[in-house]
């Protein structure tokens, strides 16, 4: 049961002696509580306490690190069932499926295809992350060999997939330093597969057809000392899967159940082998709830729709994507080239810049903070108004770079042009542009300073 900041302040010293950098024990302990703190910076509470503290506070879902460095994949954490009630912390990974009985073209194909994968979305590059290898000749020396060649040749993050602790073993020999996801613990193979997770120092997936099964070995896991789990359940039903997500969501969230507090990973290819179907299913599981899906293509046509409901899902709600506040160039502006003026809502932002670029039209496009409202939206909230507009491109330092002193404005807010005109001061020029920016290419054919 998670504890109060009470609860935690009567297990402290009460000597408010600040080495943890708090005041006082009562702001330690209610930042402990908040989960803003960790109990260890206390240095005067005993082990016995820390660790107390430390289990009753952990997140329901326990967040898994899978990979290395700055490219490592973080899933878990959770703490709402449905988006807007918050957010969902974690975006899943999503990863290719190879084989160690793939031919070497074949494989060199998908390598290939990972590696070719990308796709920017105002601004933000999306890209699978994972690179499930699949154990299925059981000969050791071939895993080893297929876990050599995506090692050498991708920067992928690794899921190693076996039942057979002496193949998992054979990859981790390759690839231990990228941390890789073990894949996995059953009922048979629970203490070598443990044993080889405390070895390499990496998470494994339990794998269980119910929760029953999954929730028993993780407990056993626990008990063992692995603490970093993925679970994997192995139903090839996707009505009893999406039930399952939704349970292994809520039971630890809802009743802090911990055997199943871990994030997933899932299979669509286990579903079906009709790669339509397959990557409506993964969209299903990129809603709710999975850590990981790992598909059995990566062609564009089918990936870029997931990768942009994965963005739309796993955007902060409260937090508008924005664009910094400055001026930008397109098309080698010159003196002569108009200033358009516009919110820095990134969406606002690519659509005009995209008709810009398609234009060919020399442009200084200067983009106001509007806390990432997009044109309407930061008029009606008063932060895209004559004042605000005057004082950054005053201070924009635009005017040492052009001749004339117009600038266009979004035909949505027409109304703010005499007030602008009066804000800019003497000369300055306010036109009307285009209410939608498709019709600023046609807009900048005809620009003239005036
Ligand atoms: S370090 Fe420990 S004893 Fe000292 S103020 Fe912080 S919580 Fe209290």
Known sequence: MALSGLDIFK????????????????????????????????????????????????????????????????????????????????????????????????????????????????????????????????????????????????????????????????????????????????????????????????????????????????????????????????????????????????????KTYRPLGFPTIVFPCDFTADKDEEIMIASTFVARYSGIIILSTLEPHYTYPLFCLRMNIYTDPQRPMTMEEKVYEFNNPGKDAPILVTTNFSLTYFLVSGEIESSRKPVWLAIQNTEGLSVLTAWSAGKFNAESIAKFIKNSGITEKVSHKNIVIPGYVAELSGDLEEELGPGWKVIVGPREAPSLPGFLKQWQVN
């Open 11 to 254: 297990k402290l010293p009460k000597t408010n002696c600040k080495k943890c950098n708090f005041p006082t024990c009562l702001a330690f302990a209610m930042q402990v509580a908040a989960g803003k703190t960790e109990i260890s910076a206390c240095p005067d509470v005993s082990a016995d306490v820390v660790s107390q503290i430390a289990e009753a506070t952990a997140p329901p879902i326990r967040p898994i690190t899978i990979g290395a460095g700055d490219s490592a994949l973080k899933i878990g954490e959770e703490t709402v069932m449905f988006r807007h009630d918050k957010r969902f912390e974690h975006q899943p990974g999503i990863g290719l499926l190879v084989t160690d009985e793939m031919s070497d073209e074949t494989l060199n194909n998908h390598i290939k295809q990972f590696n070719a994968t990308g796709f920017e979305r105002v601004g933000v590059m999306m890209r699978a992350e994972v690179m499930a290898i699949k154990s299925v000749t059981g000969d050791a020396e071939r895993f080893k060999a297929v876990v050599k060649k995506v090692v050498d040749e991708t920067q992928a993050l690794l899921v190693l997939m076996s039942d057979s602790a002496d193949i998992l073993k054979a990859g981790l020999d390759i690839c231990a330093t990228r941390k890789p996801l073990i894949c996995g613990v059953t009922v048979d193979n629970l203490d070598s597969v443990a044993q080889l997770a405390k070895e390499y120092n990496c998470p494994v997936t339990v794998k269980g057809e119910t929760l029953e099964q999954m929730a028993d070995l993780t407990t056993k896991l626990n008990a063992a000392g692995v603490k970093d789990i993925v679970l994997y359940p192995t139903t090839t039903s996707v009505k009893d899967r999406f039930e399952q997500e939704t349970m292994i969501r809520r039971l630890p969230l809802k």
